[in-house]
T-cell receptor, first 112, second 115 residues
Framework: GENVEQHPSTLSVQEGDSAVIKCTYS??????FPWYKQELGKRPQLIID?????GEKKDQRIAVTLNKTAKHFSLHITETQPEDSAVYFC???????????FGKGTSLLVTP | SQTIHQWPATLVQPVGSPLSLECTVE??????LYWYRQAAGRGLQLLFY??????ISSEVPQNLSASRPQDRQFILSSKKLLLSDSGFYLC??????????????FGEGSRLTVL
């Protein structure tokens, strides 16, 4: 089955700096790549996603890039704020599949 | 609007006891339904998913089982819990799309501690 690797597992940045989280996937037939944010004690929520026919997508301070050839995708957060502190999960979906495969998560800490 | 309810929120059970976690979705029909387990350092592990009543796909062999007795009801069960079953269990739903799934909406989770 699909294997999604995510790194780093922990990331600490100062407020205002950028943060980048990277994921790689194994199955070239995967075509949907969402990112979820889970704040402490809360449920994961979708923050941005990208499909395989797009190379980059932006939403205010967050962006996702996809390199299909290399089979990796990344989350970029600019001008980080303390409220960005959370665990971020990447995921991939196999073409015509029904269930997302998640990475192990990155714990992001933004210090004032 | 759609909502998802999951209960109980916390559960402490002895080894060997049974388990039943329940999840219901409101405001939508024929959703895809999922059970994930979240353990420290292991991310979100898919346990079961269902694309329709009575249709269950298992991703991880274990002593857990799932059932979907009604369109918007998903139940996670075990006859005899193991210590390794401890974790945070998340139910989720998504709109059923041709050729796959869309955004997952998670419940608030059930924290299970097996002693």
């Amino acid at each position: 089955g699909e294997n999604v690797e995510q790194h780093p597992s922990t990331l600490s940045v100062q407020e205002g700096d950028s943060a980048v989280i990277k994921c790689t996937y194994s199955d070239s037939a995967s075509n949907y790549f969402p990112w979820y944010k889970q704040e402490l004690g809360k449920r994961p929520q979708l923050i941005i996603d990208i499909r395989s026919n797009v190379g980059e997508k932006k939403d205010q301070r967050i962006a996702v890039t996809l390199n299909k050839t290399a089979k990796h995708f990344s989350l970029h957060i600019t001008e980080t704020q303390p409220e960005d502190s959370a665990v971020y999960f990447c995921a991939s979906l196999y073409y015509s599949g029904y269930a997302l495969n998640f990475g192990k998560g990155t714990s992001l800490l933004v210090t004032p | 609007s759609q909502t998802i309810h999951q209960w109980p929120a916390t559960l402490v059970q002895p080894v060997g006891s049974p388990l039943s976690l329940e999840c219901t979705v409101e405001g939508t029909s024929n959703p895809n339904l999922y059970w994930y387990r979240q353990a420290a350092g292991r991310g979100l592990q898919l346990l079961f998913y269902s694309v329709g009543i009575g249709q269950i796909s298992s991703e991880v062999p274990q002593n857990l089982s799932a059932s979907r007795p009604q369109d918007r009801q998903f139940i996670l069960s075990s006859k005899k819990l193991l210590l390794s079953d401890s974790g945070f269990y998340l139910c989720a739903w998504s709109v059923s799309l041709a050729g796959g799934t869309g955004e997952l909406f998670f419940g608030e989770g059930s924290r299970l501690t097996v002693l």
